[in-house]
């Protein structure tokens, strides 16, 4: 009796310990991707940005968005404590008007590029890109109610 709990009390404990780690990777994985799912603002890279956005890199002299929506692009830095304080509220805006509007986040830290293409100097920045017509900017954290007036007269007018 006592040589069959040696063979398979490590076989129990390699179960245990494979079905355990699998099982937490799974609810990481879940959790990531309920994550993302709750989030409505679209961070952006340069790649995506010219894709989806516009393409700077090869067409530098003239504005031609390529989205199907309005756009709002917010550029940040995690280290802007303004910039912290504008995140919450674009989210709201950004479920609020799914389906109408695109936001994007713009890391100025990893996407230099965009934000040079751009004369980003200040943040947040945020730049307001209405369908046919040229973007108009704004600097600063705008409060709700503001965001709101410019998607309504601009944007979705």
Do not use: V
């Given at each position: 009796?006592?040589?069959?709990?040696?063979m398979i009390f490590p076989l129990i404990l390699t179960v245990v310990a494979v079905t355990s780690c699998g099982s937490r990777a799974t609810d990481n994985k879940n959790k990531q991707s309920d994550d993302s799912q709750k989030r409505a603002v679209i961070t952006i890279t340069t790649d995506e940005f010219v894709k989806k956005v516009a393409d700077f890199k090869?067409?530098?002299q003239e504005w031609k968005y390529l989205g199907d929506k309005p756009a709002i692009l917010d550029f940040y830095a995690d280290w802007c404590v303004y910039c912290k304080k504008l995140s919450p509220v674009l989210e709201e805006l950004a479920k609020e008007y799914q389906g109408k509007i695109y936001i994007y986040k713009i890391d100025t830290?990893?996407?230099?590029?965009?934000?040079?293409a751009f004369g980003i100097r200040a943040l947040p920045t945020l730049l307001?890109?209405?369908m046919n017509q040229d973007p108009q900017i704004a600097q600063g954290a705008v409060p709700k109610d503001e965001l709101k007036k410019i998607i309504d007269s601009l944007l979705l007018k």
């Open positions: 009796m006592m040589k069959i709990l040696k090869s067409n530098s830290e990893k996407e230099r590029e965009i934000a040079a307001f890109i209405p």
